[in-house]
T-cell receptor
Framework: SQQGEEDPQALSIQEGENATMNCSYK?????LQWYRQNSGRGLVHLIL?????REKHSGRLRVTLDTSKKSSSLLITASRAADTASYFC??????????????FGQGTTLQVKP | DAEITQSPRHKITETGRQVTLACHQT?????MFWYRQDLGHGLRLIHY???????NKGEVSDGYSVSRSNTEDLPLTLESAASSQTSVYFC??????????????????FGPGTRLLVL
C-alpha cells in the first residue's frame, strides 16, 4: 500500500503565485523526501527532511514536517513556468525493520501558467 | 560528474520475447533500484540490490529478474515480455544510512528512464 499520499492531485496557478502541496503518510518514518519530475524525464531530488526536523529550505522551496500529524508540505514560492512538473513525496519507514527503500506517493501535477 | 544512465531509452518488443534494460551508475553507490511508472500507480519498486551479488524482490517483481555482478550495473530482464509490462522504467541508486543494525534510504538519483512498449 502507498505510504505517502499527495494532495491535491493537480494544481494550476499563475506565475508568481505560491504553490503548496501536501503529503500524508501512515507509519513512523526515518525521513521524507520530495522529488520533481518534468514530463518525460527522470525524478530529481529536491529536499530530504529527517524525522527530528520540522522545516527545511532550499532556494524557493520550503518543506515542513509534522510527525504528530504524519504529514509534510512542500511550498514553492514565487512560482515560475519552469516549475511546471509532477512532485512526489517519498517516505522512508522508520524502525529496525526498515530495508532502505523509498515508498512513493502518486504525485501532485503542478501547472504554472505564464 | 557522476551520473546514472539507462539504455535503450525507447524499446518496442513483442510478447514472449526476452528483453534486458541496462542501468549504469558512476556514483559508486552500493544500492540500486528498479521502478516502473504507470498512470494511476505512481512508482512501484520492481527489484533492488544492496551490493554485488545481492538482489531482492520489490512489490511488483513477477516476470522480472536482476543480477548484480559489479557495483556500476544492475540490468533488468523481462523473461517473457507481456503487454502488462508496457511501462516507463526507471533505475536509481543511492547511499544508505545505517546505525545499530537499522538502515534507511538517503537521496536517490534517478536515470532518465526507458519507455518500453510490448506489442
Amino acid at each position: 500500500s502507498q505510504q505517502g499520499e499527495e494532495d491535491p492531485q493537480a494544481l494550476s496557478i499563475q506565475e508568481g503565485e505560491n504553490a503548496t502541496m501536501n503529503c500524508s503518510y501512515k507509519t513512523s518514518i526515518n525521513n521524507l523526501q520530495w522529488y520533481r519530475q518534468n514530463s518525460g524525464r527522470g525524478l530529481v531530488h529536491l529536499i530530504l527532511i529527517r524525522s527530528n526536523e520540522r522545516e527545511k529550505h532550499s532556494g524557493r522551496l520550503r518543506v515542513t514536517l509534522d510527525t504528530s500529524k504524519k504529514s509534510s508540505s512542500l511550498l514553492i514560492t514565487a512560482s515560475r513556468a519552469a516549475d511546471t512538473a509532477s512532485y512526489f513525496c517519498a517516505t522512508v519507514p522508520g524502525g529496525s525493520g526498515n530495508t532502505g527503500k523509498l515508498i512513493f506517493g502518486q504525485g501532485t501535477t503542478l501547472q504554472v501558467k505564464p | 560528474d557522476a551520473e546514472i544512465t539507462q539504455s535503450p531509452r525507447h524499446k518496442i518488443t513483442e510478447t514472449g520475447r526476452q528483453v534486458t534494460l541496462a542501468c549504469h551508475q558512476t556514483w559508486n553507490h552500493n544500492n540500486m533500484f528498479w521502478y516502473r511508472q504507470d498512470l494511476g500507480h505512481g512508482l512501484r519498486l520492481i527489484h533492488y540490490s544492496y551490493g554485488v551479488q545481492d538482489t531482492n524482490k520489490g512489490e511488483v517483481s513477477d516476470g522480472y529478474s536482476v543480477s548484480r555482478s559489479n557495483t556500476e550495473d544492475l540490468p533488468l530482464t523481462l523473461e517473457s515480455a507481456a503487454s502488462s509490462q508496457t511501462s516507463v522504467y526507471f533505475c536509481a541508486s543511492s547511499e544508505i544510512g545505517t546505525s545499530g543494525g537499522a538502515r534507511w534510504a538517503e537521496t536517490q538519483y534517478f536515470g532518465p528512464g526507458t519507455r518500453l512498449l510490448v506489442l
